[in-house]
């Protein structure tokens, strides 16, 4: 079975209010590709990874007016994806939904939240979490803007696999005015992707406690050793879910190269443009861990990046549609379920 984790930049955009897919000439929110691109870029992307089920990061938005899921399903069904079913976390307000796109000859899926809102000590991800942000003694609420999508998946081979749809918030100083100000609002953004992550592992723990085929998948915006700020608290949030010290640790090839290797090379699932006529920078932001009751059955990782993969690289098309599609490259897990 293939499972898979992309974030699609802004693929809101390519729906109308009716989910029918926006194939025109008109802009995307993608720099300088229309809809009509993106979309067609989309599906070429999709088509080619062939994922039994695909969690995806900023999916369409779902409230009053919009389904995401009705979108993600005209989608599949234009592009004549397999993957014909959709399902939707806890819908936001950000526009960027985690939904899962998904063979419904091969699985069921439900969106399955464990917990309660009032647990003080590990809530259910539309809850509250207190955390003592700024070490005054004196916890603060934590929410999360997009809150997890924690799945329940079953095979058809009657395997039961949680999924956790993940998609924590950016460090990046948005809206500072100077360099102070982006300084205080960046160690302020990584306190609380911080405690996001401490609230994850402990719902983590939950699941490797009960010894569940556990994957946790998604953007983390954030990575061993990605930024400065990193050093001023020890460790970066991806440590904190994979796991420290004497806990039951998550497994992702990709961040356990990172942690062990600090300068050199490292795998990257992200290409962002920081300016006009700038080199482009390149982040492993995407991951797709696995539970220790997983690793026997012969997992194998993919980062679908158009100039690290070398097939993608070989298949001039698939190339030019990943960098059309998106920011982020798709990351695949390939496992015996």
């Given at each position: 079975m293939r499972i898979a984790t992309y974030n699609v930049e802004w693929f809101n955009n390519l729906f109308n209010n009716q989910g029918t897919l926006l194939?025109?000439?008109?802009?995307?929110?993608?720099?300088?590709?229309?809809?009509?691109?993106?979309?067609?870029?989309?599906?070429?992307?999709?088509?080619?990874?062939?994922?039994?089920?695909?969690?995806?990061?900023?999916?369409?938005?779902?409230?009053?007016?919009?389904?995401?899921?009705?979108?993600?399903?005209?989608?599949?069904?234009?592009?004549?994806?397999?993957?014909?079913?959709?399902?939707?976390?806890?819908?936001?307000?950000?526009?960027?939904?985690?939904?899962?796109?998904?063979?419904?000859?091969?699985?069921?899926?439900?969106?399955?939240?464990i917990g309660d809102t009032s647990d003080p000590y590990a809530p259910r991800f539309d809850g509250r979490f207190m955390y003592d942000l700024d070490t005054d003694a004196a916890p603060e609420p934590v929410h999360w803007s997009k809150p997890p999508f924690e799945a329940r998946l079953d095979t058809a081979s009657q395997v039961t696999v949680r999924l956790i749809g993940v998609h924590a918030k950016s460090k990046a100083p948005h809206g500072a005015r100077n360099a102070d100000e982006a300084m205080r609002i960046s160690i302020e953004n990584r306190r609380k992707q911080l405690a996001q992550c401490v609230w994850l592992r402990r719902r983590v723990d939950h699941h490797v406690e009960q010894g569940d085929h556990l994957i946790v998948l998604g953007d983390f915006n954030d990575g061993p050793g990605l930024d400065e700020y990193e050093k001023l608290f020890g460790r970066s949030g991806v440590e904190v879910v994979m796991g420290e010290g004497n806990k039951q640790c998550l497994y992702d090839p990709h961040a356990r190269m990172a942690l062990s290797q600090r300068v050199g090379a490292a795998p990257t699932t992200a290409r962002f443009s920081v300016g006009k006529d700038q080199p482009y920078l390149n982040a492993l932001l995407d991951y797709v861990m696995v539970s220790p009751t997983l690793m026997d059955k012969s997992p194998r990782w993919t980062i679908w990046h158009p100039f690290d993969n070398p097939r993608c690289y070989a298949d001039v098309p698939l190339r030019e549609a990943l960098l059309a599609a998106s920011d982020h490259f798709p990351v695949t897990l390939d496992i015996d379920l």
């Open positions: 194939r025109d000439s008109e802009w995307s929110g993608r720099y300088n590709v229309t809809r009509g691109d993106q979309a067609d870029a989309l599906g070429a992307v999709f088509a080619a990874m062939d994922a039994d089920a695909i969690m995806v990061i900023e999916a369409p938005d779902d409230n009053r007016r919009r389904s995401g899921v009705t979108a993600l399903k005209n989608f599949a069904a234009f592009y004549g994806l397999r993957t014909t079913e959709a399902v939707i976390g806890f819908s936001n307000d950000t526009q960027q939904e985690i939904s899962l796109l998904f063979d419904p000859t091969l699985m069921t899926v439900q969106h399955d939240p």
